[in-house]
Every structure is written in C-alpha cells, then in structure tokens.
C-alpha cells in the first residue's frame, strides 16, 4: 500500500464520521452511532471505499487505549468509596446476571461446550460484552428531566462506575483463562499481583503527579506525562503480567482520577480522541462487521442478543435495587437506568477479536444493542418519570 494513500482513508474516514455523528446527535442517538455506521457504509460491506489497512488497525487501538484512559479520569473515587453496599451489590448483579444470561444464550444457540475450549469461552465471552454499562444516555435524561442528582440518579451512576470496574477485572479474567497454555491459579495469581502492583506504584505515582500538578498548575507538561503513563502502563500490563492492555490504560486513568487537574487531563485527551483517534477506532467496528456470514440464524441470534441483555440488566439490578427497599417504579428505574450499552461494549468486542475469542459477524449483534438500548432507555425512563418533581436542585 502507498504510504500517501492512508491520508486519503483518514480525510474520508474523520470526515464521513462527523456527518454521521451529528446526524445521529439530531436524531437524539449517541455520535458513535453514527461514526460506527459511517465505518460500515465506508467498509466491504457496503461501498468498500476504505480498507481495513494495518495502520488504521493500529490508530484504532491507541484509540482504544485513550478511551478506557480517560474513562478511568472520569472515575469519581471518592464517591466509588462512598457509596456503600447498595450500589456495589447493584453493580455486582449488574455483571453476574448478564455475564450468565449472555453465556447461556451462546451456549442455547450452538450447544453447551466443554469447559475450557474455544467454544465455552466465546460463550463466557458473549456475556462478558453484556456486563458493560454505559449510562451517557441515562445521565443525559436524568439532567433534561430534572434527576440527575436525586436519590436514584446517584445511585444508578455510582453503580455504573462500579459496574464498569467489575468488568474490566471480568475481561481480565476471561483473556487470562482463553490461552491454552495458561493455568487457572496462574491467571489468578498474574492478576491479582498486577493489582496489587498498581495499588502501590499507582500511589507513589500520584504524589508526584500530585506535587506536579502542584507546582505547574494547568500546564501541558502534566496531561503529557499522563500521557505517558497512560501507554507505559498498558504496556506493562500487557508484557509483565499478561493481561489486557486497556486494563493498565484504565487504572492509569484512575491514578490520576483525584489530582486537582484530572479534569484538565481529561480535556486534553480528549482532544487527541474527539479530532482522530476516537472516529478511526469506532468507524474501525464498522469497517471491521462483516455481513458475508450473517445468516438467519445470526439474526435471531442478534435480536435475542440484544432482548437478553437488556432484560438481565433490568432485571439483575432492579431485582437487588428492590431487596434494599426501593419499591414499584424506584426499584425499575435503577434497572432501566443500568442497561444502556455504548464505548466499553465496543472495546471489550474489539479485544475479544484481537485475541481471538470473538469474530467480526458478532459486531453487528453488538451495534444493534448499543443503538437500541440508546433509542429505548431514555424513552422508558421517561414514562417512569412522569408526573414526578424535578429532584435537582435549581
């Protein structure tokens, strides 16, 4: 391939990602709707104008890795360590009720494998896409409707902080267990000593970063060197403990989630995402879904994909919310506010293809969730509403 060609598949891949995404923001859908549908239209499977090149892979995997970065400079620590019992619990069944659902759909499907092949671990991996929670759309709803900070609003998003760490620790897992050569204690012990390493660097780390961020207040130096740690843990978890890349992106993000200019961190990553790397890395799952293999049997496997995985989130966390004493329409809220699905989904798929355990006919069963479940929760959550006070505060 002429090393000149790839400007011409950028130009055409920002720019056909940009219309489609707000032309999905007018039609009230989440952008990376759009820019994964503008991967498919500009893909084989459609006008086959732009190939899946080697560099367009690797763009879309730093695109990855600032993604789950800067999803950990989004964590709120303090009120993860807040939040008590409920939340966790909630997020708890929010994992393990679709983890059980998606693997037991696979495995209804095309049959109960044997514990450790190929097969048992695409099914456990099935359900691990369903355990992502992704509530941009929630918490969008919530701040029109006037509940964003109200009693459910808080717990629905601190749940979904939770949720999310639970399934990066999951993904860990399911990566860890899938290499053949691998063995159950190995990947347990790798796991928890790459954790526990965190936990102590990422400590000494953050009062540097802290003393930094101190001295050179809101300077480009710090988002720079986060920067580098971003890649530098990824890198380590990666090559030292065999585990998932973006896993290490996002306790990096963590690292700093509590410096004084987190936010300012964040602003600046997501600079380098908005612009390129996030376009190429959703327009990436578009290029990449192939519809040559998609049968009938994998289309009531998408619709039934998408059905279960609402339907656990629902009834998962709704059914806990209810054990704790929320009632009626309180206890559904929680559910309907936990099953949307956006980036995370797509970033757990995306590494299930890179190592191996998932193929690229399942990405469409994974985009029909996000854009259902996108189209569906706001619309729910606000006939659940109705008639109700506005909570926040004015």
Do not use: W
């Not at 009531?300 to 995985?309: D, Q, R, T």
């Not at 309907?336 to 469409?364: C, D, H, N, P, W």
């Amino acid at each position: 391939m002429e090393s000149f060609l790839i400007f011409k598949d950028l130009a055409i891949i920002i720019f056909a990602a940009k219309i489609m995404g707000l032309l999905a923001k007018k039609l009230k859908a989440p952008q990376v709707v759009g820019e994964i549908l503008a991967g498919l239209l500009l893909g084989p499977s459609v006008l086959g104008i732009v190939d899946q090149s080697d560099f367009l892979i690797k763009m879309a995997e730093i695109g990855v890795i600032l993604l789950m970065f800067s999803a950990g400079l989004g964590t709120e620590l303090k009120d993860l360590l807040k939040t008590g019992p409920v939340a966790f619990v909630i997020a708890m069944a929010g994992v393990f009720i679709p983890l059980v659902g998606g693997f037991l759909l696979y495995s209804a499907f095309y049959g109960f494998a044997a514990v450790g092949t190929e097969e048992f671990f695409r099914a456990v991996f099935i359900g691990t896409i369903m355990t992502a929670t992704s509530v941009s759309i929630t918490v969008q709803t919530l701040r029109e409707l006037g509940h964003l900070k109200g009693k459910i609003g808080t717990l629905i998003l601190n749940a979904a902080i939770i949720d999310d760490v639970i399934g990066i620790i999951v993904l860990t897992f399911v990566i860890g267990f899938k290499d053949p050569t691998s063995k159950p204690l190995k990947v347990v012990i790798s796991t928890l000593v790459f954790f526990a390493f965190s936990l102590v660097v990422g400590y000494i780390l953050y009062k540097i970063f802290k003393a930094l961020d101190k001295k050179y207040p809101h300077q480009r130096r710090i988002p720079i060197m986060g920067l580098c740690l971003c890649f530098a843990m990824a890198y380590i978890a990666e090559k030292f403990f065999g585990i998932a890349d973006i896993t290490g992106a996002y306790v990096a993000g963590i690292i700093l989630c509590n410096l004084r200019d987190s936010d300012y961190i964040a602003e600046k990553m997501d600079i380098n995402s908005y612009m390129l790397f996030g376009p190429v890395f959703f327009a990436s799952i578009g290029l990449k879904t192939n519809f040559d293999g998609f049968t009938l049997s994998l289309l009531l496997f998408s619709i039934a994909f998408v059905i279960v995985a609402m339907g656990t989130k629902v009834i998962g966390c709704g059914l806990v919310a209810r054990l704790f004493g929320y009632k009626g329409k309180d206890a559904v809220k929680v559910g309907v506010g936990m099953m949307t699905r956006g980036e995370v989904a797509l970033i757990v798929a995306q590494k299930g293809l890179a190592v191996g355990i998932l193929s690229s006919e399942y990405f469409a069963s994974v985009i029909l969730l996000i854009i259902c479940s996108s189209i569906v929760t706001p619309i729910v959550m606000k006939l659940l509403y109705k008639g109700e006070k506005p909570a926040d505060a004015t």
